[in-house]
């Protein structure tokens, strides 16, 4: 993936925070197709972003799959025990797959050609971790594939891949392993995204074997993977919230950042109050 872009596409993560804005919890929220795709299509549309995103970090399809998940604390859920291996449910018909996946459906219809759909799912790294290593990342990456296909048919044009900042053991086997979920993408005339938060260089080896995605990253956190970058490629930028730093402002302006997103979704990090002034700085990256 190559090019220069005449700017960067604004994304950022409000799928939960959109909840907050009308005073409901993290999970009530999540669990209503009609409140979740009628408030992102608003926040969408007040805040005059390129992406509206239905869906990031929640885990919904490692619960679809059986993980229990806790939602006492609030956003993000935590994990209750394991991922259950073989998977216990069916991504479209369990836990939050079909709120997902008809609020994709819906935004689509409501938005129309004015905004891209965008959605996330788990990362078959952090799906290893969470069966606790019964399942290893590569085999891994045919649920995600799964989970990918659902969501393009469903009509979401980008797709987040959301991983935590630990890298895979065996990068190149991993790679390959994906490349099946990528094309995916791909033959839907999508676009491909692997979000990595923090410091997160050990993906270095990943985002050198190249492909039909972006890898999408804090340039401060992760100064490796901002050296690779701003040599070659295509890329997008995930900060966190507050003024970019020197070197997210540089990689933003070279003609070759695609993406302008968050580290995480902005629920667990930024009052509802704060979420205009919060995007405006995001958007100032690339200015």
């Given at each position: 993936m190559?090019?220069t872009?005449?700017?960067p596409?604004?994304?950022p993560?409000?799928?939960?925070?959109?909840?907050?804005?009308q005073?409901?919890?993290?999970?009530?929220?999540?669990?209503d197709t009609?409140?979740?795709?009628?408030a992102?299509?608003?926040?969408?549309?007040?805040?005059?972003?390129?992406?509206?995103?239905?869906?990031?970090?929640t885990?919904?399809d490692?619960?679809?799959?059986?993980?229990p998940?806790?939602?006492?604390?609030g956003?993000?859920?935590?994990?209750?025990?394991?991922?259950?291996?073989?998977?216990?449910?069916?991504?479209?018909?369990?836990g939050?797959?079909?709120?997902?996946l008809e609020a994709?459906?819906?935004?689509v219809s409501?938005l129309?050609e004015?905004?891209?759909?965008?959605?996330?799912?788990?990362g078959?790294?952090?799906?290893?971790r969470?069966?606790?290593?019964?399942?290893?990342a590569v085999?891994?990456a045919?649920?995600?594939?799964?989970a990918?296909?659902l969501?393009?048919?469903?009509g979401a044009?980008?797709?987040w891949?959301?991983?935590?900042?630990?890298?895979?053991?065996d990068?190149?086997?991993?790679a390959?392993?994906?490349?099946?979920?990528?094309q995916s993408?791909?033959?839907y005339?999508?676009?491909g995204?692997?979000?990595?938060?923090?410091?997160?260089?050990?993906?270095?080896?990943?985002?050198?074997?190249?492909g039909?995605?972006?890898?999408?990253f804090?340039?401060?956190?992760s100064?490796?993977l901002a050296?690779?970058?701003?040599?070659?490629?295509?890329?997008?930028l995930?900060l966190p919230?507050?003024?970019p730093?020197?070197?997210?402002?540089?990689?933003?302006?070279?003609g070759r950042?695609v993406?302008l997103?968050?580290?995480a979704?902005?629920?667990?990090?930024v009052?509802?109050?704060?979420l205009r002034?919060?995007?405006?700085a995001?958007?100032?990256?690339?200015?």
């Open positions: 190559g090019g872009v005449q700017r596409l604004l994304a993560l409000v799928s939960a925070v959109a909840g907050e804005l005073g409901l919890g993290a999970e009530e929220f999540l669990r009609t409140k979740l795709s009628n992102i299509r608003d926040l969408s549309r007040s805040l005059s972003v390129d992406l509206a995103v239905a869906e990031f970090g885990l919904w490692a619960e679809a799959m059986g993980l998940l806790d939602w006492s604390g956003f993000p859920p935590e994990p209750k025990g394991e991922l259950p291996i073989p998977p216990l449910g069916d991504l479209a018909g369990s939050r797959g079909p709120v997902v994709v459906r819906r935004l409501l129309g004015q905004v891209v759909v965008s959605a996330g799912v788990t078959p790294v952090r799906l290893s969470l069966s606790g290593g019964k399942l290893s085999e891994a045919d649920l995600v594939l799964s990918v296909r969501l393009c048919e469903a044009r980008l797709i891949v959301v991983e935590d900042p630990e890298p895979p053991e990068p190149e086997a991993l390959d392993a994906m490349v099946p979920a990528w993408i791909a033959f005339q999508g676009m995204a692997l979000h990595v938060s923090g410091a997160a260089d050990g993906w270095e080896p990943v985002a050198s074997s190249g039909p995605y972006l890898v999408c804090d340039p401060e956190a100064p490796g050296a690779h970058f701003r040599a070659s490629g295509n890329y997008g995930a919230p507050g003024q730093g020197q070197a997210a402002k540089e990689l933003a302006s070279t950042c993406l997103t968050n580290d979704d902005l629920a667990s990090a009052a509802a109050r704060d002034k919060t995007v405006s995001l958007r100032s990256a690339a200015r």
